[in-house]
C-alpha cells in the first residue's frame, strides 16, 4: 500500500508546505527526534483513495510543521500509516535501535493487566481493555500475554482498535501467531479514537484502489458508555487531529475506577546534550532511513515532525486532567529514556 499512499502523500504535502501552511522558515526550529514507534516502509496494494477527507470538520491543527485543517491532518494521517504499514515494525526497530519494545514491555508491565487489586478474591475477574490506535498489535498482544500468562487471567479480553484498516490488516495477520486462547480474546475493531460512538469490525481490504481509513458513515456498532476497565493508547494520540475530543472518548467508555494509560514521545530537554544528540539522530537520521529502507522519506519527515509538535509532559497531563481524570505520582507521569518517551496514567473517579 506504500506505493499506493506515497504518491498521495507526496501530492498533499506541497500544497501544504506552499500554502496557507507555515513557510519553511516560519517552522519550528526542530531538527531532530528520535524516533522509535513507528515503522514505515509499504508495499501493500497501491492506490488507496486516503487523501479524500472523511468529515467535514474545518478546525485547524498542525500536521508535522505544517496548519492543516483536521479532516485534512485525518486524510494525511491515514495516507502515512497506510504508506507504511508493512514495514512498521521493521522500521521501529531499526529506529529506535530496538528500544520501543523495552518501552512497551515496560507500559504493559506496570499496568499488570489482568490482575485487579479491588477484587483480590478473584484474581481472575474479567477485565475489558481496550487497544487504541493499536495498528499492528504491539501493545494489545503484549496485554494478552501478561495478563494471560503472567497472571493467569483468561478472562481478560482486549479489542484493538484503528482508525486505519491496513495497520489492524498487519496487526490480524500477526495475531495468528499467539496461542488460541489469546486469539480467542483478540477483537480487531476499526474506529476513530475522536468518536467511538461509530465503529465496526475490522473489514478485509479487497482491492488496492480501496480506502484504507475507517468511513464512520459505515458504523455498524459503537463502544457504549461505562464500558471499559482499561484504556490504553501507545505512539498513537499525537497523530489525533483533536486530542481534547479522543481524551473526552476515554473518559466515557472508561468505568468508573478505569485507567487511561498512554505511551508517547515526549520531552528530553532536561538533557541538553542528550537531547540534542537525538535530535539531530531524529530530524537527520530517521527521515533518511525512512527514505533508503521503506523508499519514503516524507512519512518519516512526518514521524519526527510530529514528535517536536506534541505537547510537553506538563502540558499533556493538563489535558488528561481535564479531561476529567485524576493523576497521580510525580507530577502524573514517568519519563523513560531521559523523556524521550512518557507514561502518562489517569484514573476516571469512581465519583
Ligand atoms: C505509530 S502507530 C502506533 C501503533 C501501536 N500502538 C504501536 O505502539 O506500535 C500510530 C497508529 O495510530 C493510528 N491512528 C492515527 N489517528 C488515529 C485516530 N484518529 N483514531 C485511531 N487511530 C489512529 C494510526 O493509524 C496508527 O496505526
Known sequence: MAAAARPALKRALPSLRSSTFLPRQQQPQCHHHVPTSRRSLSTTPSHRNDTQPTTPSDEETHFGFSTVTTSQKRALVASVFTSVADSYDKMNDLMSFGW????????????????????????????????????????????????????????????????????????????????????????????????LRKTRPLTPILSQTEQTFFDPATATSGLEDDSVDLYTVAFGIRNFSDIPAALAEA????????????????????????????????????????????????????????????????????????????????????????????????MKPRE
Not at 111 to 140: E, K, V, Y
Not at 148 to 164: E, F, L, M, R, W
Not at 287 to 299: N, Y
Open 100 to 195: 520501543h519494545r523495552i518501552w512497551k514491555d515496560h507500559f504493559v508491565s506496570t499496568l499488570n493487566p489482568g490482575f485487579s487489586p479491588l477484587s483480590s478474591t478473584s484474581p481472575t475477574s474479567p477485565q475489558h481493555i481496550l487497544d487504541i490506535a493499536g495498528g499492528t498489535g504491539d501493545i494489545a498482544f503484549r496485554l494478552l500475554h501478561h495478563a494471560h500468562t503472567v497472571n493467569s487471567n483468561p478472562n481478560v479480553k482486549v479489542t484493538i482498535s484503528d482508525i486505519n484498516r491496513a495497520m489492524l490488516s498487519v496487526g490480524k495477520s500477526r495475531s495468528a501467531a499467539l496461542p488460541a486462547s489469546q486469539q480467542a480474546a483478540l477483537s480487531f475493531v476499526e474506529a476513530n479514537a475522536e468518536d
Open 251 to 346: 473518559y466515557r467508555v472508561l468505568k468508573p475506577g478505569g485507567v487511561f494509560a498512554c505511551l508517547e514521545f515526549s520531552k528530553a530537554d532536561k538533557h541538553p546534550l542528550f537531547n540534542s544528540v537525538y535530535k539531530e539522530w531524529s530530524f537527520r537520521a530517521i527521515p533518511l532511513i525512512g527514505q533508503l529502507v521503506a523508499g519514503d522519506r516524507d512519512s518519516y519527515q512526518y514521524l519526527v515532525e510530529s514528535i517536536e509538535r506534541f505537547p510537553r509532559q506538563e502540558e499533556f497531563r493538563d489535558l488528561i486532567k481535564g479531561a476529567g481524570f485524576r493523576v497521580s505520582g510525580d507530577g502524573g507521569w514517568e519519563d523513560l529514556t531521559g523523556g524521550v518517551a512518557a507514561i502518562h496514567r489517569g
